[in-house]
């Protein structure tokens, strides 16, 4: 099991734009592109922050093959307009589609496929509402073979 921290506003994949360009031989292809700002960044820090956490604890860094479970929470900053006993992020960005930056950043550097994911825990909170004020915006995130996170929780039914 390897948990790390991933510093930075969550982003979430967002949706695709597809464009029609012609190439010099005036042939047309489409290309596809991510409307989400600062996506490609996100996934950077994400790859980033998981290599550093298996490289300091001597981990392999890749889960060829083998099933794994996520265990992910977002953590957002806190508006000011909010009152200060917080309450649930119950805004955008929506919980799957952060996932799936995520993953995106993960594969891999954890993982070859995203398609090994098979089990997936997850929340999104403001910073400061689980009694830790001085709490930064990211990602804090638990990646373990699924086989170990059955054997945790009992199974499953």
Known sequence: MTTFFVPGIPVPQGSKRAFIIRDKGGSRRPIMADTAKGLGEWRSRVAL?????????????????????????????????????????????????????????????????????????MAKRYCGTDGQRSESPGALVTVRPAEAARAAEGGFA
């Open 49 to 121: 922050a998981a290599r550093e956490a298996f490289t300091r604890q001597g981990a392999p860094v890749w889960m060829d093959g083998e099933p794994v479970a996520l265990a992910v929470e977002f953590i957002f900053p806190r508006p000011k307009s909010l009152p200060k006993k917080g309450g649930p992020h119950v805004v955008r960005p929506d919980l799957s589609k952060l996932l799936r930056a995520l993953e995106d950043g993960l594969q891999g550097v954890v993982f070859g496929n995203d398609a090994q994911v098979v089990t997936v825990t």
